[in-house]
């Protein structure tokens, strides 16, 4: 079946699902059960039970400190949860360590880009390749050995810089790039291994907005060619506008999950994280001008309260 | 005074079996550091356990090449003993560890308690020990002279010793440079970026850290032999001015070059005895005395240290770009 199908597929299959926390889905790539981190007393991450379909983009939401980023870390094997286990693709991957875990095909990037500074952006992606055998210390002596692997992930790191128009800076250290470059520079590296299953964690903060739009296509053309995404974002706009399925956490628990628009009309979503202005663009002139919506609302409250006064 | 003197003892110190033995320990610390970032305190301790390994294995009756094997396999499992709990820790925790362990090292060496082994204080003998080498060399018994330079061709600081040292010097930065630049240098340079990104990328950083921190210490290791054979094992000889002059000698040359280490070596002991020949000749005993004298010399490779990390952090050879930009 071609990769469209299956996505076509994969994104049909989700109509069906129950809009309930720890909903089932139908093809489910990363099942977690009873995942649960706490911090001196806090529970950051308590996740009864989460699956995350296959072949579809999965926006996780919530308001700072909801246990979002810790659930990636639990995920990957950054982080030991006191308990829970989850299976990724059918293989258990609790207490496996984080290279393992990026091995068998869950790639995540960081909040924080993790460039390598002080490496060119070409050294960088082939970094990211998996099964190259100069990476071993007596193989990495004779270079016949690793050559021809040193070729193939040469040409597929260059044809991926071209994917996200960073071909011509791969000579350039990786330290010399912008931000949102940066962040391209990653989310490009972790796709050096053909991951099942990305892992991004907030791919648009810091991101100057004439990147938002390719960074956009870039994460639709990944689920277009057959990759699972979670994604991590505080954008709105980009989760409304490009995720299949979003799932909202506050305090470490999965409080809600559903198709984009059902979960952010949800009374208890926006009480809990969105408020009720989450639509409007704050970056919006008209909002700042006497008169404005925002404004409008705030005298119609005050003027409320002054009559119950 | 008398400059064709000095310049001659210059020469002959520059590539003397002691810089020989610290740049093959600057280029083990070079993996350690310039390559994967690991902040190594105890460079000395590996050497004298590849000292104390040859040394020890050549009086217990091994020949040659098991002696060498001996002092390498010390390192190695000095490495392992030191890397395996502290590796997964990071950074700075291995300086503290490395120093306090090349101290333990030393203290072991020299306690009366091993004075059947390793001769305590005293240390062992140079003739104790350096038969075989020296029995190896294929020269006849001579004075040879080079340039201006005259030596015996097989007894202690001889051209037998400089030119197996020099061999494994260059040994070991053909070894270096093939390394650097295929994908295993490839991973240790990426950690010593940020480890974490690497292991995101599915590399197993704790066996690389440790393959660095076993690579690093046999080249200390083999240092330490060049330096003994040149002298005598003596445990103090070995302490942890020996780890510092090494940290000068790598950043002198510029970490994470091929050659840095070397240029350093030669460079770090050339001006050495040159400051304090030139002392000695151009200040009269009254106002320096030759104890005084020594002392002034390591008070200005000690501010040379200074003021090569303000003002020229990466070194002669290093690349300024690739040290300028530092995001973290």
New interface residues.
């Given amino acids: 079946m071609p990769a469209e199908d299956v996505v076509t597929r994969a994104r049909r299959d989700l109509h069906q699902v129950p809009r309930t926390p720890g909903a089932p889905k139908p093809d489910a790539l990363l099942v977690a059960d009873g995942v649960r981190r706490s911090f001196g007393g806090v529970n950051a991450v308590d996740v009864e039970h989460l699956e995350v379909q296959r072949h579809v983009i999965t926006a996780l939401i919530g308001p700072n400190g909801a246990g979002k980023t810790t659930f990636f870390n639990l995920m ?1 094997g ?1 982080d030991k949860p006191d308990t829970g286990t989850w299976v990724f693709d059918g293989t258990p991957l609790a207490g496996v ?4 875990v ?2 068998s095909g869950m ?4 909040q924080l880009t ?6 060119t952006v070409l ?1 960088n992606m ?3 390749a ?1 099964e ?6 007596f193989t ?2 004779v ?1 016949p050995l ?1 050559a021809p692997r ?1 070729r193939e992930v040469t040409e597929k790191a260059m044809a991926l810089l071209e994917r996200f128009k960073l071909d011509t800076k791969k000579d350039d ?4 790039l912008s931000g949102g470059q940066r962040k391209l520079l990653e989310m490009a ?2 796709l ?2 053909d991951p099942a299953l990305v892992m991004l964690d907030e791919p648009m903060a810091g991101v100057n907005p004439a990147l938002t739009q390719s960074l956009l296509g870039h994460i639709t053309d990944l689920r277009d060619s057959g990759t699972t995404v979670l994604f991590v974002e505080h954008d709105m706009h980009m989760v409304r506008h490009i995720s299949d399925w979003v799932v909202v956490m506050a305090q470490g628990q999965v409080v809600a999950e559903g198709p984009p628009g059902e979960v952010m009309a949800d009374q208890a979503v926006i009480d809990a994280y969105l408020g009720a202005h989450h639509d409007t663009d704050l970056g919006d002139d008209a909002l700042l001008t006497e008169g404005g919506t925002i404004d409008a609302e705030a005298e119609a409250e005050a003027d409320a309260e002054e009559t119950k006064a | 005074m008398d400059f064709g003197q000095l310049f001659t003892n210059v020469l002959n110190e520059m590539t003397g079996p002691t810089a020989i033995a610290y740049a093959l320990a600057a280029i083990g610390l070079n993996i350690h550091f310039g390559l994967t970032g690991l902040i190594n305190m105890g460079q000395a301790g590996f050497m004298l356990l590849g000292a104390y390994g040859f040394a020890v294995s050549t009086i217990a009756g091994a020949p040659l090449w098991l002696a060498f094997l001996v002092a390498v396999g010390a390192a190695v499992l000095f490495a392992l003993l030191l890397g395996i709990p502290t590796l997964k820790l990071r950074g700075d925790y291995l300086a503290i560890v490395t120093i306090a362990a090349a101290e333990i090292v030393r203290m072991v060496g020299r306690s009366t308690a091993l004075t059947e082994l390793t001769g305590g204080a005293e240390g062992l003998t140079g003739n104790s020990f350096k038969s075989t080498f020296q029995d190896a060399s294929p020269f006849p018994d001579d004075r040879w002279a080079l340039g201006p330079i005259t030596l015996a061709t097989n007894a202690s600081n001889s051209w037998w010793l400089r030119i197996v040292g020099w061999v494994l010097v260059a040994l070991a930065c053909l070894l270096v440079w093939r390394l650097v630049r295929s994908p295993w240098g490839r991973v240790l340079r990426g950690i010593r970026e940020d480890e974490d990104a690497v292991r995101a990328l599915g590399k197993n950083v704790y066996s690389y850290k440790l393959q660095a921190l076993v690579l690093g210490g046999v080249f200390g290791a083999l240092g330490g032999v060049v330096f003994v054979l040149a002298s005598s094992v003596q445990a103090d000889s070995l302490g942890r001015p020996v780890t510092f002059n090494t940290w000068t000698i790598l950043l002198l040359g510029g970490a994470a070059t091929v050659l840095g280490p070397v240029l350093g070596s030669l460079l770090f002991w050339a001006a050495l005895v040159f400051v304090r020949g030139f002392l000695r000749g151009a200040v009269p005993t009254e106002v320096l005395s030759v104890q005084q004298v020594e002392q002034i010399g390591w008070v200005l490779v000690g501010l040379t240290l200074v003021l090569l990390i303000v003002f020229r952090p990466q070194g002669i050879l290093g690349d300024k770009k690739e040290l300028a930009i530092n995001a973290r």
Avoid at chain 1, 173 to 176: I, R, V, W
């Fill in positions: 990957t950054f360590p984080a290279s393992r990026a091995k790639v995540r990037t960081f993790k460039a390598l500074a002080r490496m050294e082939r970094l990211g998996r190259q055998p100069g990476e071993n210390l990495a002596l270079k690793w040193e250290f990786a330290g010399s590296r972790a050096m291994s």
